[in-house]
């Protein structure tokens, strides 16, 4: 009947599973227009009925900083230009508490489909990260004006920027993954993350300069909070307008790499019992 | 009672062409065990209460029991059985939403699911955002979606409403945009579940023609239905499923009559 298939016959053989990881990977790439189409109806869906459209993005960072600007700047001193450096932050934090957020609720919302086809399941999570990063990378153009305006340079290190905006995404992709694959088993696990969100929020030097925190605290939370690192590395190019060392960018790096492993891992090992679970 | 005779004649000329076609499902010695638990846990806190007082049990369900079936290519394949019997399962083994916990599946070629329209619409994209939508759930990429989309309006006949957002779309309008999708992907298996009832009338009449259609170009129907009339007169095989046990494998008449014969004993009629 394929009257215009160049593409071979498929043949699936339930007993020729090399490993679940493996093989998911694989099947990401085969369904990477999936994850495209995904992406293009939430930005679509999201913005097709209301006036400012786009601008939403743009504007939501924009406006929980300046409600922080206004409350903040005068405590953590004046000559430090805390706008840009809040800005700078909560976008970061913005891309992975929505990034992971989304992995839960596209998972759940695919969850109907996923009983009646098959589609590789991690095209949930990758689709969040899609939708993630076209958002961040908008809301770089109302955190420019705000450094223009507050008198922050804009130095040519900004070129540097892919580099931790590609370990934020693995790292949100990872912890994505894992809380998501988990939110299927039980329902509670996304009203405990948003809490886990918010105290975590506020373990990460986001609002607050780091320099207020008591040394021993600060060599904890660089322990214990990947996200630090990541901030961190994200604020270098913009904020501070430096590169940063290697061996900052080495940590972050490899948190980024584990992490996104141990969800991959997790993920694809459970992800076929998501069918009858969901 | 021309009925049966005619579909008697059918019957014989299939099973000879089909010894001669290649097969295209293998279902080998196949398992399906859910593990369930005793009572439903569904929220972690209730899991690490349970789990402290050792109080996490589990059963094991069969929905399957060592499963034989093979298919080949152009036939069409009833299968029967009560509900919960485990023919949804099969069904999902088949188009790999589930994997079987024992045994092999095997299965050459794309495989088409036919289990519910709509499955992946979005009410605030249009009609056109929408086939695309759907025809990469389907496994296409957007080139292959750009030859096919004319086709699937076509025969969906939605041409003045492809732009509007589904929301404004009526519910058999929906379901037409649905099936023009799910049978445009030229599928070498074509899975239905019971479907054939959306739509009106004449919509119905064209979706029965392009099964029909399917089955002269040689695609392979795996048909589940409560519908004896429906099977009697698609199947050239059907399988009677109970309590996840293959019980026989059949013409249509053989199997029906089979089937009815254990519903009687039960006490239950069957239509």
Known sequence: ?278 | MSLHTASDQKNMEREFSTQIEDEIIRIEDVSVSYRVPSERIGTFKEYVIRRLQGRVQHQEFLALDHVNINIMQGEVFGVIGKNGAGKSTLLKLVSRIMKPTGGRVWVKGRVAPLLEFGAGFHPELTGRENVYLNGVLLGFSRRQMDKKFDRIVDFAELWDFIESPLRTYSSGMIARLGFAIATDVEPDILIVDEVLSVGDEAFQQKSAARMHEFREQGVSILLVSHNMLVIQEMCDRVAWIDHGRLQIIGSPVETIHHYRESQTTDGIQVS
């Open chain 1, 1 to 278: 009947m394929n009257m215009e298939t160049t593409e071979e016959i498929q043949i699936y053989d339930s007993s020729k599973q090399v490993s679940p990881a493996l093989e998911e990977f694989r099947e990401i790439f085969r369904y990477r227009d999936l994850v495209i189409q995904v992406v293009r109806r939430d930005i679509l869906t999201r913005y097709k009925r209301s006036v400012l459209g786009v601008t939403w993005t743009m504007l939501n960072p924009l406006g929980t900083m300046l409600v922080l600007a206004i409350v903040f700047s005068q405590a953590f001193g004046t000559e430090f230009s805390y706008a840009a450096y809040v800005l700078n932050g909560l976008i970061a934090w913005n891309f992975f508490q929505q990034t992971t957020n989304a992995s839960i609720a596209h998972l759940v919302w695919g969850g109907t489909l996923l009983k009646r086809i098959y589609v590789p399941r991690t095209v949930f999570a990758f689709s969040a990260l899609g939708t993630g990063l076209f958002n961040l990378i908008l809301s770089l153009v109302p955190l420019l004006l705000v450094m223009v305006i507050t008198g922050v340079p804009i130095e040519p290190t900004i070129l540097f920027l892919p580099i931790p905006i590609l370990f934020l995404g693995m790292f949100s992709l990872g912890v994505g993954l894992l809380v998501s694959g988990l939110a299927v088993f039980y329902t509670d696990i996304a009203e405990m993350y948003q809490i886990i969100l918010t105290a975590w929020m506020y373990l990460t030097p986001i609002i607050y300069p780091e320099e207020i925190l008591p040394e021993q605290f600060r060599t904890l939370i660089a322990i214990f909070n990947p996200m630090y690192h990541l901030v961190r590395l994200f604020r270098a190019p913009l904020y501070y307008g430096e590169i940063p060392a290697f061996q900052e960018t080495l940590i972050a790096g490899l948190i980024a790499l584990v992490t996104l492993l141990i969800g991959w891992v997790v993920f694809t090992r459970r992800s076929d019992e998501f069918a009858y679970r969901i």
